[in-house]
């Protein structure tokens, strides 16, 4: 490298392209990333969603879910799987290993559901199966509305909304929420049913019978064909009265004889509400893996055509969109990078005292950083949360080299009076060794993150690689452009031989510390126990901050809620429930709109409700920097003070007065879930598992009640919950059996008359070129109580129908609403938030101190999954990696410096940092996380810089005949200066996310609050 150094300063115009020709690459490489919130971190994660209508969740779990999981279970690479198994739907979702490839791993999916389709129940659908996460928010919402009907209002969304949004690359899945969806109802009088005695099976079977239409072949007329074809289906929905069910003693029978058949739609199962009118919402979820920048940017695309399509008076707009949160904390971390590059090269001015100095310094952050972007497109990285702040982090380490360098040249020429070009070469190389050092032992602190292997190890591995080549490029850019800029640039003014640059305040500083050197040196035990005492406290210190997985209390002018009524609340009930939980939102300061959906759930339960809410941005509510300067320049200072609260304020404030006010209601206040970690969107997922579902309702039913009583801990829930009401029919079998009725019989004709049979046939509108659903149901009246349904009719043997009440007994009772499984084991999750002033790791501690109070038998077990799950995960591998950093760092510098003693006294300089970085935390009231972890990682590389230089400096000396206290002396005062810049620099890179409060603000302050309190607690 010092002979690079040698070539550049003789050849400046190559060394000007050399690092120009990298520039250039990472310049054009930028405009060709993408953007995301964080790395493709993304589980692989595959759902298969089976239809089985009419059945409840024990036959969903016996006949659909257990098939299924037993199928996918020999797939390769499974991490778990859960199932879900509800009335009529049954959802099994596979989570795989993040190395996985999610287009094989559904191909495998497949084929493994393929060999059970056979066995499932006749009446099941095909099984639907998709690159989602079914628990993951909408990546997107829109909402329709307009002066339409709301039948019209969902034929417009279905056909020129959702069919145009599905096509889009990226997108897994798009509902519809609220609206009528268009059928062709007929409807069965059950008295005039049983009066003409015809079963309902009847009904049904004639239905589809006489409403099809099937390929009639091809007429080979010699020199032509012809393609035969049966006109079967009805083309006016009125035709359906004609239809004849039945023939009787010669007379036929029709529909309108027993019923009639109308142009209307489905039971409507779903609403939606945008800020307090009826509309249908349109969500749109993104595929396993998809780039959720990318996928809205590429909806956005087709809104202009999808507006062209819409008629005149409905109007389409967007109300949730992810992206605006992830590029407005990517242009504040933008903000960050330009501002903290600004104060780093504000350092080197106010130690160096020369213009010409500053700008060679600078020069190597922009040329670092715009050269890493070319790295990143050529791995396929983003600009995300975590690239981003890998850059932003080395903008006060690309320049440390630099400074190094330039402060050997600029004291070479200061002090030895040596000319700029003599100097450039000799200092260069009389520091090489040093900065070599530096930059490597750095970079192989991001090697072990190769062997982690979950979540956090992909955080850390575009993190570590991003700022690795960052750091290379500064090497490279000290050893090549700073000392051929200090050979051109550098000019020995006047005063610049007497020392100049080291009077002043900079004398002040050295006179103190070569006091406290001096005393350190005599009093070498006491500094020896100091040291001691510091390292020890880290364990104290560390129990003492709060440990989380990821920042829960971020900001982004955005968050959900979902509420949940008592099982088998209507959904008109719930219509009535929405409306008064808008109210309540609105009367909240800062909330500007209200999304509510019923049934938008993936589970479409009518009892639950979701609503997204948007707040006012965070702009114009926190305190920062930027509020108060354009408050001040608009002559109203004091307004900047007023009028300031956090999201967090309004989740808590809607949390309290929803309780207060409806008791009975279940809900649950959090940010939007864009991170798939294969569980529930919540900050504790807590399963427990056994055989038995009264037993398991009873454990969870009690951990959860016992758990409303943990401080922190807030929206506890269960998910199994044996309340849900249902109307259970039992069967005399003997008496059955003597009137020649079967149980599937009996099964079937309930269901067609009470659910009805929602897919009997197709009715085809040839105006609209769209086919719509047949169905056939009892009407109204029939169906609407127990009385009625024990009237019913049911057909037999011998052609006869036989009233219901003739065979069975009637009775209601209570059962599960839905049955979760894990690891094909039954489960039962408590699920919590966690409130501010607490933090995930200790609320689990006190969760698993409930559970112990339990003494559950051996049959059932516990597993925290989610975010508990990768925290624990988390700290494992990072044990591993800071312990494997240890090793590469020592390997590094003891092939530097040809010692085996030396790296050891570099590295005992790492023990003293951590506890000033906990400290840190606890001060400021921060949570130790993914984040924060980061900052330790980089502040284990960049402290040992200190000892480097010096030790390096010290053996040089020491080669040159001074004494070893004389040569530790002068060393350290010599290295003094260049020590505090790049401590400086460093800090001043890091003030920006330490203060910053815009979007994000709070994901990367715990980053900059670890590296700032590490390294200036242990420069001091």
């Known amino acids: 490298m010092q002979k690079l150094a040698e070539v550049c300063v003789a050849r400046p115009v190559f060394a000007v392209m050399l690092i120009l020709a990298l520039t250039v690459v990472g ?16 589980l692989p994660i595959i759902s298969v969603r089976t239809q089985l209508p009419g059945a409840s969740p024990e036959e969903i779990e016996s006949a659909v879910t257990k098939r299924v999981e ?8 499974i991490d778990n799987i859960r199932s879900t198994s509800t009335e009529s739907l049954s959802i099994v979702t596979i989570t795989f290993d993040l190395k996985r490839d999610i287009d094989v791993a559904a191909q495998d999916v497949r084929d493994a559901v393929a060999t059970v389709i056979s066995l499932l129940p006749r009446d099941a659908k095909p099984p639907l199966i998709r690159k989602l996460d079914t628990d993951a928010s909408p990546v997107m919402s829109l909402v329709l509305s307009g002066v339409k009907t709301p039948r019209e209002l969902y034929e417009i969304a279905e056909r020129d909304v959702k069919d145009v949004i599905e096509s889009v690359g990226g997108v897994g899945q798009v509902v519809l929420v609220g609206g009528q969806k268009r059928a062709i109802n007929v409807w069965i009088d059950a008295n005039r049913l049983a009066a003409y005695r015809i079963p309902i099976l009847a009904v049904r079977d004639a239905v589809a019978r006489q409403n099809a239409e099937i390929p009639g072949g091809r007429v080979d007329e010699g020199t032509r064909e012809v393609v035969l074809r049966t006109l079967g289906r009805f083309p006016d929905p009125r035709q359906f009265n004609n239809l004849v069910v039945a023939n009787i003693s010669g007379t036929p029978v029709r529909i309108r004889d027993i019923g009639h058949a109308e142009d209307g ?23 396993s893996g998809a780039n959720t920048i990318e996928v809205i940017n590429n909806v956005k695309a087709r809104l202009p055509r999808i507006n062209e399509l819409l008629p005149p008076g409905v109007s389409l707009n967007i109300v949730q969109d992810q992206s605006r949160y992830i590029e407005a904390a990517f242009h504040e971390v933008q903000l960050h990078l330009v501002l903290g590059s600004i104060l780093a090269s504000l350092v080197v001015l106010l130690f160096m005292r020369d213009w010409r100095a500053t700008i060679i310094a600078a020069v190597a952050i922009p040329s670092s950083i715009i050269a890493t972007f070319g790295m990143m497109y050529a791995l396929n990285f983003t600009l995300n949360n975590i690239t981003m702040l890998a ?35 000799l200092a260069t190389k009389d520091i090489g060794l040093a900065v070599m050092a530096t930059t490597f032992s750095l970079v192989v602190i991001f090697l072990p993150v190769s062997f982690m292997s979950s979540i956090s190890g992909r955080f850390l591995y575009s993190f570590g690689v991003t700022a690795a080549v960052a750091v290379l490029v500064s090497l490279l850019v000290s050893f090549s452009l700073t000392p051929m800029m200090c050979s051109r640039m550098m000019r020995r003014g006047q005063g610049m031989e007497h020392g100049s640059s080291r009077e002043g305040f900079y004398a002040v500083i050295d006179r103190v510390y070569t006091h406290l050197l001096a005393w350190a040196m005599r009093n070498r035990p006491l500094v020896v126990c100091a040291a001691l005492a510091v390292t020890a406290a880290s364990v104290p210190v560390y129990k003492m901050v709060r440990q989380e997985y990821i920042p829960t209390n971020v900001d982004e002018s955005e968050f959900e809620m979902s509420i949940t009524a008592p099982e088998g609340t209507s959904r008109q009930s719930m219509e009535e429930v929405l409306m008064r939980a808008e109210e309540d939102l609105f009367a909240l300061p800062g909330v500007e709109h209200v999304l ?22 965070i702009e114009e509510r926190v305190l920062s920097i930027a509020r108060i300067w354009s408050k001040t320049l608009d002559g109203r200072p004091l307004e ?18 929803v309780r207060a006010k409806y008791p009975d209601l279940r809900i649950s206040v959090r940010n939007a879930m864009t991170m798939s970690q294969g569980s529930a969107p919540v900050d504790i997922d807590f399963a427990i598992r056994g055989p038995e579902l009264e037993k398991l309702s009873e454990y969870s039913e009690k951990l959860r009640l016992a758990a409303m009583e943990v401080p922190g801990l807030v929206d506890v829930d269960t998910t199994l919950r044996l ?35 929602d897919e009997v046939s197709r009715f085809r509108d040839e105006q609209l070129a769209e086919e719509y659903d047949v169905e056939v149901r009892l009407a109204g009246a029939d169906r609407n109580s127990r009385a009625t349904v024990a009237k019913l009719w049911v057909p037999s043997r011998n052609g006869n129908l036989v009233r219901l009440d003739n065979l069975v007994r009637l009775a209601e009772g209570t059962t599960a609403y839905r049955i979760e499984g894990l690891d094909r084991q039954r489960n039962a999750a408590i699920r919590a938030n966690i409130t501010s002033g607490y933090a995930l790791a200790d609320r689990l501690d006190e969760v698993n101190r409930l559970v112990d109070e339990l003494n559950m038998p051996a049959t059932y077990s516990t597993m925290v999954i989610g975010r508990g799950r990768e925290l ?58 993914l984040y924060s972890a980061l900052g330790i990682l980089v502040l284990f590389g960049v402290v040992k810089k200190n000892s480097i230089l010096q030790i390096d400096h010290t053996n040089n000396l020491r080669r040159e005949g001074l004494p070893r206290l004389e040569a530790i002396m002068q060393a350290n005062r010599d290295r003094l200066r260049p020590i505090l810049m790049t401590t400086l620099t460093l800090v001043a890179g890091m003030m920006p996310l330490a203060l910053g409060a815009g979007p994000g603000a709070e994901e990367r302050r715990s980053i900059a609050i670890v590296v700032i309190g590490g390294r200036a607690c242990r420069c001091c």
Do not use: C
């Not at 037993?70 to 690479?77: F, L």
């Open 872 to 929: 624990q995960r988390t700290f494992n591998e990072f044990l591993l990696a800071f312990l494997l950093s240890g090793v590469f760092m020592y390997m590094i510098l003891a092939s530097q410096f040809e010692s085996l003693v030396h790296p050891v006294t570099i590295l005992l300089s790492l023990p003293l940092a951590v506890p000033f970085s906990l400290l840190s935390l606890w001060f400021f009231q921060d949570t130790l996380n």
């Open 27 to 42: 310049g054009v490489s930028y405009t060709k990333l993408g953007i995301d919130r964080f790395p493709d971190i993304d």
């Open 265 to 287: 739609h489905k039971e409507q199962r779903t609403a939606a509400r945008y800020d307090r009118e009826p509309a249908v919402a349109i969500q749109v979820r993104r595929q």
């Open 391 to 425: 850059l932003v982090l080395m903008v006060g380490v690309v320049i440390d080299d630099a400074i190094v360098v330039l402060e050997n040249i600029f004291r070479f020429i200061e002090e030895k009076g040596m000319t700029p070009v003599r100097a450039a070469v």
């Open 723 to 757: 309340t849900k009401p249902e109307l259970r029919v039992a069967i005399d079998r003997d008496r059955a059996a003597d009137l020649g009725v079967s149980a599937a019989d009996i099964a079937e004709s309930l269901r067609i008359m009470v659910g009805g049979d």
């Open 596 to 617: 509510a959906t019923i049934g938008a759930s993936y589970l479409q339960s009518v009892n639950n409700a979701q609503l997204f809410v948007r707040v006012t941005p």
């Open 640 to 657: 900047a003070f007023q009028g300031l609260f956090a999201q967090r304020d309004v989740m808590n404030a809607i949390r309290e007065r």
């Open 70 to 77: 037993d199928a996918v279970a020999t797939v390769e690479g």
